[in-house]
């Protein structure tokens, strides 16, 4: 049935995924006494998906809830069994699905890894010399040894990290697992994706954030509705993805774009209302946090200014801390419409503007914004701090700063492009 090309790691061919009909128990009994249900389908949560993905590739899965991505990667792994089309994985897998999937609630930690790392294929040699490791990376402190039922959601996903990661995967499938735990905890496992990735391992991460998608990713698969509507370069069907999400309900209110999502979702500064000026005796461990926000216009000062189109600079003073034995990190920002459309961003690292920080780990970066060609309207800004390479956030203060846009004549649309006549 398969190519003896073994340089792809995963094939599919037309795989999809049909659930039975819900309905009374007397409506399935007849169903199957007259052998009805082999031709009644209640849902495809999964239709006609096909991808090859080879060896040391790295493929972003988007899409809406319900898309059909969980059950996508619930197949890859064993979990679920396809109704229909063909599959072949070539590896070892290392799954991180939903939250505490394959714990026993009544095991300890230590435990549950144990148990794990041999499932996943480790001889019972191999789990005794790793766990220590395992234990060490999760970093949960005395709780190793209590039941994971006791466990909050952080836990559970420092422990499952740990686990997967631990041995070797050739094949990692991560389904947002990262989106619950701290800053500290997120870059580091960020970091030994990334080392996965760099030793060749095949790695299929599922994520609503784009930018993160488009940081870590070669080729992404957008999933709707059960069925693929593109695969591609990362950056292609992220744009495509997210002209798909600006048409949902009229741009509804409250998506903030492309940039969206960069945070776990259980960071508790990621929306601060207050957050222009805060107040941060020292910086966090293993991670960094914005800690002012002041834009700067004519003779004007603060969190909200006017601009004539065309014509006035703006300056964007955006103050920091960083914990000290990081390596400094970047700034970024994004600009978003009334209807939360990004409009504009920008980010230190790729205008290479190295920031500057004192030993304290403090420091302030400005971005000055020329003759702003923003066209009449509102407009809010989000700032965003990242690690080094862009890749991790650290912190964002959602919708920090906001621009009174005015304009001389009838100009419409967003911004005014750089033009002349011949």
């Known amino acids: 049935m398969w190519s ?3 340089a792809a790691v995963i094939e599919c061919r037309n795989l999809a995924k049909a659930y039975a009909p819900t309905g009374s128990t007397g409506q399935r009994f007849w169903q199957l006494l007259w052998g009805q249900a082999h031709r009644t389908v209640g849902r495809w949560a999964l239709d006609g998906v096909s991808f090859q993905l080879g060896r040391g590739e790295v493929l972003g899965v988007v899409g809406c809830n319900g898309a059909g991505k969980s059950t996508l990667l619930q197949m890859l792994c064993g979990t679920l069994s396809p109704t229909a089309g063909d599959m072949v994985v070539r590896g070892r897998v290392a799954a991180l699905l939903e939250l505490g999937a394959g714990f026993n609630p009544d095991f300890t930690g230590r435990e549950n890894a144990t148990l794990n790392a041999a499932l996943l294929g480790l001889t019972p040699e191999e789990v005794q010399r790793k766990l220590p490791d395992i234990v060490a990376f999760a970093d949960i402190g005395a709780f190793i040894d209590e039941p994971v039922k006791t466990y909050s959601s952080g836990m559970f996903v420092r422990l499952a990290f740990a686990v997967a990661t631990s041995v070797e995967p050739e094949i990692l499938i991560i389904d947002e697992a990262l989106s619950v735990g701290d800053g500290a905890f997120a870059r ?15 790695i299929l991460f599922c994520s609503h954030s ?13 999933l709707n509705a059960g069925r693929m509507q593109a695969i591609g370069p990362a950056a292609d069907v992220c744009a495509q993805y997210q002209a798909f999400l600006n048409g949902l309900a009229g741009l509804a209110r409250g ?16 929306s601060d209302p207050s957050g222009v000026h805060r107040q941060t005796v020292c910086a966090p461990v293993g991670g960094g946090r914005i800690t002012g926000f002041t834009l700067r216009c004519a003779q004007q000062m603060g969190a909200e200014v006017t601009v004539r189109s ?21 700034l970024a920002l994004g600009i978003s419409d ?41 407009y809010s800004l989000t700032p965003f701090l990242l690690s080094e390479d862009g890749l991790h956030p650290y912190d964002q203060v959602l919708h920090a700063g906001h621009l009174r846009v005015t304009q001389d004549g009838p100009l419409q649309g967003v911004v005014s492009l750089p033009r002349r006549w011949l």
């Open 4 to 6: 003896e090309d073994t």
């Open 188 to 202: 580091k496992s960020f970091e030994r994706i990334m080392d996965l990735k760099r030793g060749g391992a095949t």
């Open 210 to 222: 784009l930018y993160q998608v488009e940081a870590l990713c070669e080729r992404a698969l957008w």
């Open 255 to 270: 998506h903030t774009g492309a940039m969206d999502g960069m945070l776990p979702a259980d960071a508790s500064n990621a």
């Open 310 to 330: 065309g014509l006035d600079d703006v300056a964007v003073e955006i103050s920091f801390v960083c914990d000290p034995a990081l390596p400094c990190p970047v």
């Open 338 to 378: 009334q209807n939360g459309l990004t409009v504009s961003s920008a980010l230190s690292l790729m205008d290479q503007a190295p920031l500057n920080r004192r030993p304290d780990g403090s420091g302030q970066a400005t971005l000055v914004l020329q003759r702003l060609p923003l066209l009449k309207g509102r």
